[in-house]
C-alpha cells in the first residue's frame, strides 16, 4: 500500500518561485507506484479550464476529484477573474461532475476564519500587521457586503463598531481604533476609506496573494502556513487510497506545491491543450 507523504518544507510563496511553467491552464500529470496524480493548474473562471476539466475526465478517468473548494462546504472566495468567465466557479463544476461520475469529492480548502487568522498570527511571532490586517481586510468586505444588501456601503465608524461585535477575538491584542483605521486604509490604498465607493476604487487582486499592502502579505501568509499544506495533505491522502486522482486548484497553488509533489512523486508531464 503507497504511503505518500508531502515535505511541507518546500512549500514557496508563489509570486516568489522561478517555476512558471506555462500561461495557464495546464494539467501537470505526475506517475509513481502505480498511481497517478493529474493536476489541472487552473486559470479561474475562464472557458478553457472546463474545458480541461473535461478532458480531465474522458482521458483519466480519476476515482476521486480533490478541489479548491472550503471544506466546511463553502466556496472559496476567488478575485483572480478573467474576461471570458462562465456563471460556475470550476470547482463547484468539477464537483459536479465528480457526482455526476459517482465518484467522492474532496474539499480540499480552509477558506478564511478567525482560526486560520489566529494560526498565521501566531506563526508570525504575533506581529501587529498580522492583525491590522485582518481588520482592515474585513472591515471592506463588510462595507461592501453591506452596499450589496442595502444599496449603500457601510461607513468606516459603522463597520469598526461591527467588527468589534462581531469579529474580534481574545487573541488579538485591541479592537481596531477608527483613526488608526482610516489612517492605514489611507497608506495601503491612497484615499479615504469614505470617499471612495470600494468595489470600483479597489482592483480585482486587492486580496489576492501578491507583494504589495498588508491585506496582500497576509493572504500569502495563508497560503504558505495553511491553506496550500491542507491542499497537499488532502492529495497525498486521496493518491495513498486512490489509484486516479484528479485535483484542480489556482496555477499560483500549483507553483507554491510543485516542489513538494516532485519530491513526492517525480517530475511530471504537462499538457497545454
Same mark, same amino acid.
Given at each position: 500500500m503507497s504511503n505518500f507523504k508531502p515535505n511541507l518544507d518546500l512549500v514557496v510563496p508563489w509570486e516568489k518561485t522561478k517555476y512558471k511553467i506555462g500561461e495557464p491552464p495546464y494539467i501537470a500529470v505526475f506517475k509513481k507506484d502505480g498511481k497517478t496524480l493529474a493536476y489541472l493548474a487552473a486559470k479561474h473562471h475562464?472557458?478553457? @479550464?472546463?474545458? =480541461?476539466?473535461?478532458?480531465? +475526465?474522458?482521458?483519466?478517468?480519476? #476515482?476521486?476529484?480533490? /478541489?479548491?473548494?472550503?471544506?466546511?462546504?463553502?466556496?472559496?472566495?476567488?478575485?483572480?477573474?478573467?474576461?471570458?468567465?462562465?456563471? &460556475?466557479?470550476?470547482?463547484?463544476? %468539477?464537483?459536479?461532475?465528480?457526482? *455526476?461520475?459517482?465518484?467522492?469529492?474532496?474539499?480540499?480548502? %480552509?477558506?478564511? @476564519?478567525?482560526?486560520?487568522?489566529? *494560526?498565521?498570527?501566531?506563526?508570525?511571532?504575533?506581529? !501587529?500587521?498580522?492583525?491590522?490586517? /485582518? #481588520?482592515?481586510?474585513?472591515?471592506?468586505?463588510?462595507? &461592501?457586503?453591506?452596499?450589496?444588501?442595502?444599496? *449603500? #456601503?457601510? %461607513?468606516?465608524?459603522?463597520?469598526? $463598531?461591527? +467588527?468589534?461585535?462581531? =469579529?474580534?477575538?481574545?487573541? =488579538?491584542?485591541?479592537?481596531?481604533? $477608527? !483613526?488608526?483605521?482610516?489612517?492605514?486604509?489611507?497608506?495601503?490604498?491612497?484615499? !479615504? +476609506?469614505?470617499?471612495v465607493d470600494l468595489e470600483t476604487f479597489l482592483s480585482n487582486d486587492w486580496r489576492a496573494p501578491k507583494t504589495g499592502t498588508i491585506i496582500n502579505q497576509l493572504h500569502d501568509q495563508i497560503n504558505i502556513h495553511v491553506r496550500d499544506p491542507f491542499m497537499l495533505s488532502n492529495i497525498a491522502n486521496a493518491l495513498n487510497s486512490h489509484d486516479v486522482v484528479f485535483g484542480i486548484f489556482g496555477e499560483g497553488h500549483y507553483r507554491s506545491q510543485r516542489l513538494v509533489l516532485e519530491d513526492m512523486m517525480g517530475e511530471p508531464e504537462y499538457i497545454w491543450e
Open positions: 475562464v472557458r478553457k @479550464t472546463f474545458e =480541461m476539466v473535461d478532458f480531465a +475526465f474522458e482521458k483519466f478517468n480519476p #476515482q476521486v476529484a480533490v /478541489v479548491e473548494y472550503e471544506h466546511k462546504g463553502r466556496p472559496v472566495e476567488i478575485h483572480d477573474i478573467g474576461t471570458d468567465k462562465p456563471v &460556475m466557479h470550476e470547482s463547484v463544476y %468539477t464537483a459536479a461532475l465528480a457526482v *455526476k461520475n459517482e465518484i467522492p469529492v474532496v474539499l480540499a480548502d %480552509t477558506g478564511y @476564519t478567525a482560526e486560520i487568522f489566529e *494560526k498565521v498570527y501566531k506563526c508570525s511571532g504575533n506581529a !501587529d500587521w498580522v492583525v491590522n490586517a /485582518v #481588520q482592515l481586510k474585513w472591515i471592506i468586505n463588510n462595507a &461592501m457586503g453591506c452596499k450589496r444588501k442595502s444599496g *449603500k #456601503q457601510g %461607513t468606516l465608524a459603522n463597520e469598526v $463598531e461591527n +467588527f468589534k461585535k462581531f =469579529m474580534h477575538k481574545d487573541w =488579538m491584542p485591541g479592537p481596531p481604533d $477608527e !483613526d488608526a483605521v482610516r489612517k492605514l486604509f489611507l497608506s495601503e490604498f491612497g484615499a !479615504d +476609506f469614505d470617499s
